[in-house]
């Protein structure tokens, strides 16, 4: 267990609609970071954020957004969802800022129909 | 772009033998290079890194390899055993410069332990 916790599990919708994923970073740490894997895509860098505020920016698209909160936990907001958006959703947390050492959680499967 | 990339999709090892898992990166401003383990129905977890000054890192059955000539990297289990069963996945650091390294991982490699 890495200590990362993420909800929910799975989720199922449709074309169109707009989910939010919840993410809760390890005990003391103050850094974020969102991933997308695709069987074609791979792993792939969404975004970070450290201490509420947007650190990095990878891969992430416009009907895509995030934020992290006071208490720290992350929520990822997918809008206008389509098709390709099917995915796993991984959360990370790291303790220092854009480590590389980083704690997944066990991730979010969205499928999109 | 910058990409991280495996030569082989799939390995199988008996188990007690040692595995070798290859990475090519192209990203040679990279910092650290990094391993990932990820199980099934897991998210990836952190093995083993390597600063890019450096060619060769131990941990605890585990050896990493940085070849800068050629951009490889590869990663030795030794003796592996069936709870190594996973896809491993190499990932480059990026640099630095603005305080924050932004991971970018390659395909993943499927490791399957033959009992």
């Known amino acids: 267990d890495s200590g990362v916790t993420q909800t929910p599990k799975h989720l199922i919708t449709a074309t169109g609609q707009r989910v939010t994923l919840r993410c809760s970073p390890r005990?003391?740490?103050?850094?974020v970071y969102w991933y997308q894997q695709s069987l074609d895509q791979g792993l792939q860098f969404l975004i970070q954020?450290?201490?509420?505020?947007?650190?990095a920016k990878g891969n992430i698209l416009e009907r895509f957004s995030a934020q992290q909160f006071p208490d720290l936990h992350s929520e990822l907001n997918l809008s206008s969802l389509e098709l390709g958006d099917s995915a796993l959703y991984f959360c990370?947390?790291?303790?220092?800022?854009?480590?590389?050492?980083?704690?997944f959680g066990p991730g979010t499967r969205l499928t999109v129909t | 772009g910058e990409s991280v990339g495996l030569h082989l999709p799939t390995l199988s090892v008996q188990e007690g033998d040692n595995s070798i898992i290859n990475c090519a990166y192209s990203?040679?401003?990279?910092?650290?290079f990094i391993w990932y383990k990820q199980e099934s129905g897991k998210g990836p977890q952190f093995i083993i890194d390597?600063?890019?000054?450096?060619d060769k890192r131990q941990g605890q059955r585990v050896t990493v390899l940085l070849n800068k000539t050629v951009k490889h990297l590869s990663l030795q289990i030794a003796a592996t055993q069936p709870g190594d069963s996973a896809v491993y996945f190499c990932?480059?650091?990026?640099?630095?410069?603005?305080?924050?390294?932004?991971?970018?991982f390659g395909k993943g490699t499927k490791l399957s332990v033959i009992p």
């Open positions: 990370a947390s790291s303790v220092r800022p854009g480590g590389y050492e980083q704690y």
């Open positions: 005990s003391g740490d103050l850094s």
């Open positions: 954020y450290y201490n509420g505020e947007e650190r």
């Open positions: 990203n040679s401003a990279s910092d650290y």
């Open positions: 390597i600063r890019s000054n450096m």
């Open positions: 990932a480059d650091s990026g640099s630095s410069g603005a305080g924050s390294y932004q991971l970018t």
